[in-house]
């Protein structure tokens, strides 16, 4: 005798997509800016910076004053933390622009700053720092 064996298969209901977690948003941290030795000799100098990430944005208040606004950033998983990048380009055309590339693990924050003046010239910085702000937090 012969046995037909069927099957039916039925595809699973779509899933609709969840928004990307964003594990910096309504986060603050302070940093310490530092020029690399050739920037330096250059002229540049160490400063502190702030660095505020509110709706899906992120702003360097030290760089405000400057032409240097919220800017979109974005974030790839890596190792333990998260790998950032950024670009800003200052609205006062003598400013020029800022990349920052930093990971974020925990409560601390390490990466680079590379700054392009309006002449051309190039300089580099490394950042540390740490979270202030947790979000929700006051």
């Avoid at 997509?17 to 920037?39: C, D, F, N």
């Avoid at 405000?64 to 380009?89: D, E, H, K, N």
């Amino acid at each position: 005798a012969k046995r037909i064996i069927g099957c039916v298969v039925y595809p699973a209901p779509p899933v609709a997509a969840q928004p990307a977690a964003a594990p910096l948003e309504g986060t603050t941290w302070s940093v310490r800016v530092i020029p690399t030795k050739s920037a330096a000799e250059s002229g540049s100098r160490p400063f502190n910076a702030t660095l505020v990430f509110e709706d899906g944005q992120v702003t360097m208040r030290a760089h405000v004053r400057l032409g240097f606004g919220a800017s979109p950033y974005s974030l790839t998983p890596s190792g333990t933390g998260w790998a950032f990048t950024s670009r800003q380009v200052s609205t006062d055309d003598t400013k020029g622009t800022t990349r920052w590339e930093a990971v974020f693990e925990g409560d601390r924050v390490t990466g680079t700053l590379l700054w392009v003046t309006w002449r051309g010239t190039t300089r580099h910085y490394t950042v540390k720092g740490k979270k202030v702000k947790a979000p929700g937090a006051s």
